[in-house]
């Protein structure tokens, strides 16, 4: 995605743009080797969807007329922490419930179409290639997966690197006689476990998801989603676990684990479901964040970007939305009209990174068994934190600007304004005096769509 979206911008710009891509890309609609993630849950966040939207206009229509759904990311979802679900109200803010490759293809399809546009399928990286005594970067040396291995020196007047968190970069940097970027790192022990159903009955009525988040006093949790408008019951099931605890990839045991969570009605939906898929499983040892804006050197005609720069915990759902952040910074640079200037450049998609970062690394921190520097301020971060998202269940405004926030909309800093602090701090108020019982004579129904039992006299 990132790799998409740098392409998307730079095709404005330069007269050709060649895309390296190690896998086939071309028409495919399913998971693939480059990106092991992509079978398990993705979320756009809002301010990746509208900044999509904007490149790609009319890519929300495109792929609801596919029939994947779209509903509002605070009034359509059901958000539960420890159990409880944070109060329900439309933001305005449109959420997509669609899987990696599905939207990841939509994306492709739209930069495909861009006439100085070139694919390079099936092709590996192997090195930089400098000039200049190693100033700058003239190009890169690839081989050709179907092409018995044939190398191939491409070359350009500007080189991104969008390979992901497997980025070689820093090491191809050393190898030059650069110093590697420092490295901030948070392990998580983190892993994703997925498996692909087929529902007997419809538990979302109308919802897109019902996703319990991981907490630190419940530090296991799920993504829960419909696949389609016009299967609505098949969706998928991703369970998360941190630091080692993780669901099994045997059905007994991923179902166990799916019992083992705070909201019911999650394992009650998929106990008689049908399976489609086997479950797998998706590790990330530690959240990367590389400061390339540190340091004083870097070769010119070189840029970094997406995942390549800051690897979040993906729970948070924040990778695709910095990607198409660091985007809109590039398009800027490009609109000065000069080559970009590869430490202003990391300088400026810093700015970008800097609260979500915060936001996420600081919120691992508060898990027991993560391993990082928790500084005072992480600490007043994380118990104002768990306060406002308590007060979130019975306030909808807090719930609103919470997942405001959450979706990279606003600043964090929009969760500390006065009349915000208020509200989160305020005590509750004491319940109505309850009146007389009526006796009980029996139960009737099943359970209501937050997974507890309805009685009734």
Not at 110 to 119: D, E, K, R, S, W
Not at 224 to 250: E, I, K, N, Y
Not at 280 to 302: C, D, H, I, K, Q
Request: charged share 20%.
């Amino acid at each position: 995605m990132g790799g998409l979206l740098a392409a998307r911008v730079l095709s404005d710009a330069y007269e050709r743009v060649t895309i390296v891509d190690r896998d086939v890309l071309s028409g495919v609609t399913e998971p693939r080797r480059g990106v092991p993630h992509g079978p398990h849950a993705h979320g756009l966040l809002a301010r990746g969807h509208q900044i999509l939207e904007e490149l790609f206009p009319g890519l929300t229509e495109r792929l609801t007329s596919t029939g994947v759904p779209i509903g509002d990311l605070s009034g359509g979802i059901r958000w539960y922490f420890n159990g409880q679900r944070l109060k329900p109200r439309d933001s305005g803010l449109a959420c997509l419930s669609a899987t990696r490759p599905v939207l990841e293809a939509q994306v492709r399809v739209g930069v495909q179409a861009i006439p100085n546009v070139t694919f390079v399928e099936q092709c590996d990286i192997l090195e930089l290639v400098p000039t200049d005594g190693g100033q700058r970067i003239s190009g890169v040396r690839v081989r050709h997966q179907n092409q018995d291995d044939a190398t191939e020196l491409i070359t350009g007047d500007l080189i991104v690197d969008a390979t992901g968190r497997g980025s070689r970069m820093p090491a191809w940097l050393e190898a030059l006689g650069y110093e590697r970027p420092p490295e901030e790192k948070v392990k998580i022990g983190l892993a994703y476990c997925t498996r692909l159903y087929r529902l007997r009955h419809d538990p979302f009525q109308g919802d897109l998801a019902i996703n319990p988040v991981a907490t630190p006093q419940n530090p296991r949790g799920a993504f829960f989603f419909r696949l389609s408008d016009t299967d609505t019951h098949q969706v998928q099931l991703s369970l998360t676990g941190m630091v080692g605890d993780h669901a099994p990839t045997d059905p007994e045991g991923f179902e166990a684990f799916a019992k083992s969570l705070p909201l019911p009605l999650i394992y009650e939906s998929i106990k008689d479901a049908e399976p489609l898929t086997d479950p797998v499983r998706f590790g990330v040892p530690a959240s990367t964040r590389r400061r390339y804006e540190r340091l004083t050197r870097f070769p010119e005609n070189l840029l970094v970007t997406g995942d390549a720069v800051c690897s979040f915990n993906p729970v948070y759902g924040q990778g695709m939305t910095i990607a198409s952040l660091d985007a809109v910074t590039l398009r800027e640079h490009l609109r000065r009209g000069v080559p970009p200037q590869p430490l202003a450049f990391f300088r400026d998609i810093a700015k970008v990174i800097d609260s979500p970062w915060s936001v996420a690394a600081g919120g691992d921190l508060a898990f027991a068994g993560v391993e990082g520097h928790q500084t005072f301020s992480v600490r007043m971060q994380n118990s104002y934190t768990a306060k406002f998202l308590a007060a979130a269940t019975r306030d909808a405004h807090l719930s609103t600007l919470f997942m405001r926030v959450a979706g990279l909309v606003e600043s964090p800093t929009a969760m500390m304004r006065p009349s915000t602090i208020f509200r989160v701090l305020r005590p509750r108020r004491a319940p109505a005096t309850p009146a007389a019982p009526i006796p009980f004579t029996g139960v009737q129904g099943g359970r209501d769509q937050d997974g507890r039992l309805d009685k009734a006299a």
